[in-house]
């Protein structure tokens, strides 16, 4: 059991239904937040929230603006208000370089990873500006260095982080009382690293990344879950605009 870090707070986490997601969905459910998961895989979804007490599941495309504005309502409306929001709902595309990459890959990987995180910071601010709240967006370290064959999810994911900053320094201009942070996942066993390596089946994925890790393994979903938890309690109370970066001192080389 946790500690009741967020007890009585009502959470939404998007992307909820795998991976990360349902690791930080389960971590705020286990400190003691009402939890919303939303995703487009309704049965997965409905099975993490079936596990959480108080969870509930939603449908949720983070790329229409409509679902946005049902899911903030349906939220608000079976409690007092949004407290924590976590824009965790992304894509990884195959592996291509630049010239192998589709113009519609491109727009489809900064509908879901940029225009999603868009639309949930600005329908979240909507609904936590008078009460307070967090926010948190997760972004990558691909959203700090630069990789090969992954350009697409690179530029969105820079976007959210820059994003990040300016919706945190806006926010608190207008003395909004919001704080708006990102994470930042290294190479994640159980998140969408490897459900890349999974899918595409690249032949020693997991090991190569691993090996170029200083602590020399990948991490796991339940370390990025404590680092949201960490953002969305009032312990940091003092930081928004703030990247915290979970990936094992990879980019710190």
Known sequence: MGSGRIVGKTALVTGGASGIGAAIAAELGCEGASVFVTDLNEAAGTAVAADLTGGRFLRHDVTNEEDWREVIAAVEGSHDGLDILVNNAGVMPALKTIEETDYDEWRRVMAVNMDGVFLGVKHGIGAMKARGGAIVNISSIMGLVGEAVVGAYSASKGGVRLFTKSAAVECANLGYPIRINSVHPGYI?????????????????????????PMR??????????????????????????ELVLDGGYTAR
């Open 189 to 213: 066993d159980g998140g969408m690293f490897g459900a890349m390596a999974d899918t595409f089946g690249v032949e020693g994925l997991r090991e190569r990344f691993a090996g170029k890790t």
């Open 217 to 242: 393994r990948l991490g796991k979903p339940e370390e990025i879950a404590k680092g949201v938890l960490f953002l969305v309690s009032d312990d940091p109370s003092f930081s928004t605009g703030s």
